[in-house]
């Protein structure tokens, strides 16, 4: 599970990440409102967890902007504001929990893995993602288009499943450089774009409709035209 915790306060993220991490999560921190939106969209996660005494961008703020952006992930509150009306305010902002601090992590933890299954995305069900008439099967590592089997390199597949999981936006080189071959960007290579090019031949060249589209300056996305 991937979870995005947005929370200023750096020893509370250090705990929540260690403790998720030591449960096979993958954590990223965002420690403003601003940065928590920015990774909110540029990345897919299982859940996302929001403080809502945050500088820049306050945790309401945030989820409402999240939802006005069609992001379904799940949102669970976990601020130490606990009154009737904070709860009421978070729901309202388009949260689907809210924990109190101080907490018990195995709660916190148990939040999380009930939220996690509440996703209601379909492209993102029984680890199968689709997009269109292009379906990613995560079990069997097998792509289709049009029920037609694509095959892909083990690289190719990662890419695409990238692309897929973050769909309708953009991603950087960069993004794609640390998440999907976990080094740093070098400017000076070509890598990515020849392989964004591999899977433009195999996914959109037969077809009509093209899923894989640059955008001029920022990067790319998938999306159906």
Known sequence: MKILVVEDEPKLASFVKKGLEEQSFEVDIAYDGHIGRNMALSNHYDVIV????????????????????????????????????????????????YLVKPFEFRELLARLRALSKRMIDPG???????????????????????????????KEFALLEYLMRNRSRV????DIAEKVWDIHFDTGTNVIDVY????????????????????IGMGYMLKEE
């Open 124 to 154: 993102l069900q029984a680890n199968l993602l689709k997009v269109a008439d292009l379906e990613l099967d995560l079990n069997e590592k097998i792509a289709r288009r049009g029920g037609k089997r694509i095959e892909l390199t083990a």
């Open 171 to 174: 991603v950087s080189r960069i």
């Open 50 to 97: 929001l403080d809502v005494n945050i500088p820049k961008m306050n945790g309401y703020d945030l989820a409402k902007f999240l939802r006005s952006e069609n992001i379904k992930t799940p949102l669970l509150m976990l601020t130490a504001m606990g009154s009737l009306d904070n709860k009421v305010a978070g729901f309202e902002a388009g949260a689907d929990d």
């Open 196 to 215: 964004v090019n591999f899977l433009r031949k195999k996914v959109d060249k037969d077809f009509p409709v093209k899923l894989i589209h640059t955008v």
